[in-house]
């Protein structure tokens, strides 16, 4: 059983920066993929990013384009996710998601049905 273990949340002013990691540490070999999604109170889980473990590829929402970046540490079984710029919008549970079907090329899932196994989530919280 994968259990993804995020960690990184917290509370910072708006403009500052934060970093997510997740480790999965249960997968044997690099074929998984990674998502972010984040929850804000009262609304629905959405999508942040994704990243493909196998080749590195990535894809962001529209609201993260420009201000948050992804990158991996394969030998850790490691995936962190660099938040600049955050805003009060921001403020919300993210939660890390992981499978272990392989995509390619960019085409990693923003569905949150694609993504079998769920962290506990990590609170990020953006305020004055």
């Known amino acids: 059983q994968v259990q993804p273990v995020e960690s990184g949340g917290g509370l910072v002013e708006p403009g500052g920066s934060l970093r997510l990691s997740c480790v999965v540490s249960?997968?044997?070999?690099?074929?998984?993929?990674i998502g972010w999604f984040r929850q804000a109170p009262g609304k629905e889980r959405s999508a942040v990013a994704c990243i493909s473990n196998s080749d590195g590829s990535t894809r962001y929402v529209d609201s993260a384009k420009g201000r948050f970046a992804l990158s991996r540490d394969g030998a850790k079984k490691t995936v962190f996710l660099q938040m600049n710029n955050l805003r009060p919008d921001d403020t919300a549970v993210y939660y890390c998601a992981a499978t272990g079907v392989i995509y390619l090329r960019g085409t990693c899932p923003d569905n949150k049905f694609h993504y079998d196994y769920w962290g506990q989530g990590t609170p990020v919280t953006v305020s004055s």
């Open positions: 249960e997968f044997t070999d690099d074929s998984y993929t």
